[in-house]
């Protein structure tokens, strides 16, 4: 079955330090993968999608198809990124679905 | 309007009761989801409806029960639940039925539920 890892469940650093939460997938064909954000309090939301190559918020993520990896980095890191982050796939087959990963706890330090 | 509104933000119910949560989008959304959240965990799927049709049931115990009236409403009821179902239950719902690169989910805040 296809599934996203997030090796870290907590990573902490400081404002303006770079960041990247890392993402790896097994798959066997194309993948689909999200970065969703969840911030305290607030509803989860989309934050990138892989087909789509945009930068959002200052994050960024590079599909690596040699690495099987989506991580999601963002050069200078501000307070108010501090927040749960899943990385998320669309398991192929005849049940396709979105699955989320475990999640990695970010926390900017000012 | 571009969110998914689920009421009550709240509940607490007994292991005997009935109850409902519910979830609501005027975004013309053709497929909505529940997933459920424990704390500190991911999401996990529990059912999609896609065009008010039940496409996908989890293997959620029949406790849990999931309605779609119509395109823009969706309910889960609850009967008979366990204390370990509390967990912060989400709806979401897609302009695309079909799961895909190009789908993106809008979730709800969510029904907190806890159970004694």
């Known amino acids: 079955a296809q599934r996203v890892t997030q090796p870290e469940k907590l990573l902490s650093v400081f404002k303006g330090a770079p960041v990247e939460l890392k993402c790896n997938y097994s798959?066997?064909?194309?993948?689909?993968l999200f970065w969703y954000v969840q911030y305290s309090r607030q509803r989860l939301q989309l934050l990138l999608r892989?087909?789509s190559r945009e930068s959002i918020k200052g994050f960024t993520a590079d599909l690596n198809k040699g690495e099987t990896s989506f991580h999601l980095k963002k050069p200078f890191a501000q307070e108010e990124d501090s927040a749960m982050y899943y990385c998320?796939?669309?398991?192929?087959?005849?049940?396709?679905?979105?699955?989320f990963g475990s999640g990695t706890q970010l926390t900017v330090l000012p | 309007d571009t969110e998914v509104t689920q009421t009550p933000k709240h509940l607490v119910m007994g292991m005997t009761n009935k109850k409902s949560l519910k979830c609501e989008q005027h975004?013309?959304?053709?497929?909505m989801y529940w997933y459920k959240q424990k704390a500190k965990k991911p999401p996990e799927l529990m059912f999609v409806?896609?065009?008010?049709?039940?496409?996908i049931n989890e293997s959620v115990p029949s406790r849990f029960s999931p309605e779609c009236p119509n395109s823009s409403l969706l309910n889960l009821h609850l009967h008979a639940l366990q204390p370990e179902d509390s967990a912060l239950y989400l709806c979401?719902?897609?302009?695309?039925?079909?799961?895909?690169?190009?789908?993106?989910?809008?979730f709800g805040a969510g029904s907190r539920l806890t159970v004694l």
């Open positions: 798959y066997s064909g194309s993948p689909e």
């Open positions: 892989h087909i």
């Open positions: 998320a796939s669309i398991s192929s087959g005849s049940a396709r679905q979105l699955t």
């Open positions: 975004m013309g959304h053709r497929a």
């Open positions: 409806y896609s065009y008010e049709k039940l496409s």
């Open positions: 979401a719902s897609s302009q695309d039925p079909a799961f895909s690169g190009a789908n993106v989910l809008t």
